[in-house]
């Protein structure tokens, strides 16, 4: 699905500025094509440079995991983000990623990105076996 979407974008007058993935493994056909991916599917927070420039973030749980939140301890927290675009240019100009401790927690916290930042942090290894640099929490 992720070639079709990447074909569709290289196509489109005028090309789009984010492309939506329900699966992150479906992002990496769009390095190049758009400046920014959003994936799910894993309810698990992460942030990559697929090349290219294009970042790919994939956001957490936001409640989908449903009843398997409660079969770990401490529950699965909930994430979401607020992206923050630039009106002129439409670019991702930040974020702030927002967690809620999970059910029956008491727990919030906000960290804001800013895209110039994180691409420099967040660039490619040098070596396919070079983990690939996250920011801290």
Known sequence: M?????????????????????DPTAA???????PLVLAG???????????Q???LLVEGSTGGAGL????????????CSVLYFERATRRLQGWD?????????????ITRHLASETTAVLSPPATPS?????PSP
């Open 97 to 109: 990623e927002v967690t809620l401790g999970g059910l029956g927690q008491a727990t919030a916290e």
């Open 130 to 134: 070079s983990p690939i640099p996250r």
């Open 28 to 34: 990496d056909p769009l390095a190049g094509t758009v």
């Open 68 to 79: 398997r939140a409660l079969e770990i301890q401490p529950p699965t927290p909930l994430e």
């Open 53 to 55: 420039g294009t970042l």
């Open 41 to 51: 599917h894993t309810h698990r927070r992460a942030s990559q440079v697929l090349g």
């Open 2 to 22: 992720g070639e079709r979407l990447a074909a569709q974008a290289r196509t489109a007058n005028p090309p789009p500025d984010i492309a939506l993935v329900h």
